[in-house]
Structure formats: structure tokens, C-alpha cells
């Protein structure tokens, strides 16, 4: 069964084999470490993840990098506003980062890059740009030449001029080309800064992940992934400078975007800003239907994102553990993947139609009442969902809704809100959480220090 992906470089499905099946090279571009990180950003990691696993069962070796961004304005500025050291902010968040990405059931990567931490690669690599003609230095910046580099625009299929119009480039009095984007740039006293042939400065964005990429993978990489938003400036500036630094060696062979969520709905559109940030949607929601949800359209389509997909994927969640809690007597047969998932994940990772099978593959399962056949469903089902990293809790655990404390901290919050909906005079939304709590099976109690709850 061949694997194919469409590869957004050249607008087409294509057959998947690696430069070097003895190493299969995958980039995804990681987080800026300043703030929480939107739900929208964690549907690349968690559809990676299921190519990730895919990939591995197909060759025998992987290396997969996911960096972390911690050089940006965006981080100064914070940094600035609390009046704390960089790493005060990018460590804090560069944890809650990897805390919410295991939360998802998302495989760490084998390699996650600081950007700091590639200073001298990142210097390097600028100055073999100069060097080739393909960048030059004005005012203490490092500006890449976008007129020297005659591909420029491969990705994003758009004339230099469309590109710069669509993204509002700055003009500034010592670029040679509107286009030209920075490689480098001078830092203040106030701002981090390292010493360079050019100065003081700090690097852009684009090419830390060049830089990145190039020392741990290699100058050729089988797979560079990312949100389909970055697909211009940040990609189409990466095949710039890496292509140029490597004298016109491809860069990545395969471009996988994913498609960014929609937040339609009439009620989240109003408060988008906060329900929509993944830390919180984590405390409020099991983990695994987050992940369903991301996983429940396919990657390069637009997601519609709501409550109601949410609460969706917790309906289709409980029917399937509770298809497995019926089997619970039944020992499984050996767990493999059925061929009906690999082949929908090999159509470039279709989830929709994966998803479909387990759900085809529970039925069957429930319907089922032979002894063995039963217990090769329960496999096959259980196969199939670790494919896309869901069901690997037992149905206990998920029925416990988070009963070791990870689902507290919600149910309190519900508990709070009761109580001042009720000092507020709000009875019906104090009923309504009532019903809630009472039909997760959550019992209230009025003690003489306040409210107490308890699972039933
Ligand atoms: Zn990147």
C-alpha cells in the first residue's frame, strides 16, 4: 500500500518515499513562546502526530523536529510589559506548550530546537547568503535579495507583487526591494542581542527555522509541515534562504499545510478570544475529544469549530468506551491496525473516513455475540484507534471523566458559577448547572462552609 500526501509545493496528491528510507526527515514549525497557544495551533501538532505514527510503522526510523521560537518581538514585548528577564516568559510557556501538546496525546518530538540556541548556525547560514549574492547588510540589518533568488513565489504561486500587497510588507529606507525580508536585525541595549559581524542583533524568524532544519536534519528534508497560514512570507522565505544556502539543493520535498479552524458559531464568535485558547478548553474538556474534534475533519479543510463539535466528539467518545467497558470480560486477539485504517491514512491522512471505520468497527463489535469474533473486533478496534492516538485510556478512566483530580478543577468552576448565578438571583442558570453536575453524576451538598460536591 503506497502513501500518498499532497504535496502543496506542487498542488498534487504524490507518492511518498523518503530520500532515505534508512531516515525519514519531518519539520514541523513549533510555537513563539510568549502566550497560551489558540486550539487553532495545536491542529498541526495532533495531525502530525497521526502521520508521525504512521511513518514509523512504515519505516525504521523517523526524525521528527518541532522547534521552539524563543527569540521574537512578540516575547520582548511581554517580557517588557511584566518587567521580567525573556527566558522568565519563554520558559513558563514553553512548558505549558509541551504540558497542553502531551495533554492531546501528542508523541513529543525526537528533536525540539530552541532558536537561541542556534545563534552561531543561524550567523553561519547568513553569511553564506552574503557571501553567494543572495543577502546584503545595511544599517546593522541582513536583508535576504528576493530578486536574486529567481523561484521566489513557488509556494505561494503569486507574482512577487501580489505576495508583497497581500502581506503588507514594511517599507523601510534600507531595503533595496520592498520584498526583501530580514535575516538579521540591530537590538537596543534593552533588547536580547548577540554579537555578530553585523553588530548587536537578534535573527529573524524565517531563518531560524532554516538554520534549525539544516543542523539537525540536513540540508534536503523529506517533510516540512505548518499551518497553511504560514505558507507566505514564513515557508515561502525558508525555500528561499535554504535553497540559496545550499546552492539550489531542494529544500523540502514535501510541503504539508493544514487548514486553519473556523469560529463560526454564534456563540463562540462573540468571546472567541477566550474560549478558543487550548490551556483553557483543556481544563473544561476531556483532552481525547479535543483531539477527536481536530481530527474529525479532513486536515486540509477548514475545521468549523464549536461547542457543539466538542460536545460531539464526548457523545461518540462515551459510545466508544462504552462498547469497550461491554467487552471488558473479553480478552482481546492480538492488537493490530486494520487494513481499513491504513489505507484511509495513506489517502493523505484521511481521518474523517479512518474515524468512520472505528465507529463501523464498534458497531460490529456491539452487534457481535461469537466468543472469538468479538474478541478480534475488540483488536481491531482497539488497533485502529491507536492509530489516531484515542482510546488508550481504559473506559474506567474516561468514564471517571478525569476522577484523579484533572477534571476538578472544572467542575469547581461550574460549582462557583452556580453560587454566584444564585447570589445574583440567575435561577435558571443556577438549575441548569444543577442538571449539568447532577447528569455527569456530580452530587452538590449546602455544608455550613459553603457548597461541597461529590461524584455519585
Ligand atoms: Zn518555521
Redesign the pocket.
Known amino acids: 500500500m503506497s502513501l500518498h500526501l499532497y504535496n502543496n509545493l506542487h498542488r498534487r496528491l504524490e507518492a511518498f518515499s523518503p530520500a532515505d528510507a534508512a531516515n525519514v526527515t519531518v ?1 514541523l ?2 510555537p513563539t513562546v510568549y502566550n497560551y497557544v489558540h486550539i487553532g495551533n495545536a491542529r498541526g501538532p495532533v495531525v502530525f502526530d497521526v502521520l508521525i505514527k504512521l511513518l514509523r510503522r512504515r519505516y525504521a526510523k523517523v526524525t521528527y523536529a518541532r ?1 521552539i ?1 524563543d527569540v521574537d518581538d512578540k516575547i520582548n514585548a511581554a517580557a517588557k510589559a511584566l518587567d521580567v528577564p525573556i527566558s522568565t516568559i519563554t520558559d513558563k510557556y514553553t512548558a505549558i506548550y509541551r504540558a497542553d501538546m502531551a495533554a492531546l496525546g501528542i508523541q513529543p518530538p525526537d528533536i525540539e530546537p530552541h532558536a537561541t540556541d542556534h545563534i552561531p548556525h543561524i550567523i553561519a547560514m547568513i553569511e553564506r547568503l552574503i557571501a553567494a549574492g543572495h543577502a546584503y547588510a545595511a544599517e546593522g540589518h541582513v536583508l535576504f535579495a528576493v530578486d536574486s533568488y529567481a523561484e521566489y513565489g513557488q509556494l505561494s504561486r503569486r507574482s512577487l507583487d501580489e505576495m508583497i500587497a497581500g502581506a503588507r510588507v514594511e517599507v523601510a529606507p534600507y531595503k533595496r526591494h520592498p520584498g526583501d525580508f530580514v535575516l538579521w536585525k540591530p537590538s537596543t541595549p534593552d533588547l536580547p542581542g548577540w554579537d555578530s559581524p553585523w553588530g548587536i542583533g537578534r535573527p529573524g ?2 531563518i ?2 532554516s538554520a534549525m532544519s539544516e543542523a539537525h536534519l540536513g540540508e534536503t528534508i523529506d517533510i516540512h509541515a ?1 499551518g497553511v497560514d ?1 505558507q507566505f512570507p ?2 515561502e522565505n ?1 525555500i528561499a534562504q535554504s535553497t540559496c544556502a545550499h546552492g539550489g539543493k531542494v529544500f523540502a520535498r514535501f510541503w504539508l499545510h493544514n487548514g486553519m479552524l473556523n469560529f463560526g458559531g454564534s456563540k463562540m464568535s462573540k468571546s472567541v478570544g477566550n474560549v478558543s485558547i487550548l490551556h483553557e478548553l483543556l481544563e473544561r474538556h476531556p483532552p481525547e475529544a479535543l483531539r477527536y474534534a481536530l481530527l474529525s475533519a479532513h486536515y486540509r479543510q477548514p475545521l468549523d469549530w464549536s461547542d457543539a463539535l466538542i460536545e460531539q466528539s464526548v457523545k461518540t467518545l462515551d459510545r466508544l468506551y462504552g462498547t469497550l467497558r461491554d467487552l471488558g470480560d473479553v480478552e482481546a486477539g492480538t492488537m493490530a491496525i486494520p487494513e481499513s485504517i491504513e489505507m484511509a491514512l495513506c489517502d493523505d491522512l484521511n481521518t474523517p473516513q479512518a474515524l468512520a471505520e472505528i465507529a463501523n468497527l464498534a458497531g460490529q463489535a456491539r452487534r457481535s455475540e461469537h466468543a472469538a469474533e468479538r474478541a478480534h473486533l475488540k483488536a481491531q478496534l482497539l488497533g485502529a484507534a491507536s492509530a489516531l492516538g484515542l482510546l488508550q485510556q481504559t473506559p474506567e478512566a474516561w468514564f471517571a471523566k478525569g476522577a484523579d483530580g484533572s477534571d476538578d478543577a472544572r467542575i469547581q468552576g461550574l460549582v462557583d458559577e452556580r453560587v454566584a448565578a444564585k447570589s445574583n438571583r440567575d435561577f435558571a442558570r443556577a438549575d441548569a448547572i444543577r442538571k449539568q453536575l447532577a447528569d455527569e453524576g456530580i452530587l452538590l451538598e449546602d455544608t455550613p462552609q459553603g457548597v461541597r460536591w461529590k461524584r455519585a
Open positions: 519539520y514549525c513549533g522547534n521560537t524568524w524565517h531560524e527555522c505548518g504560514l514564513h515557508h525558508e
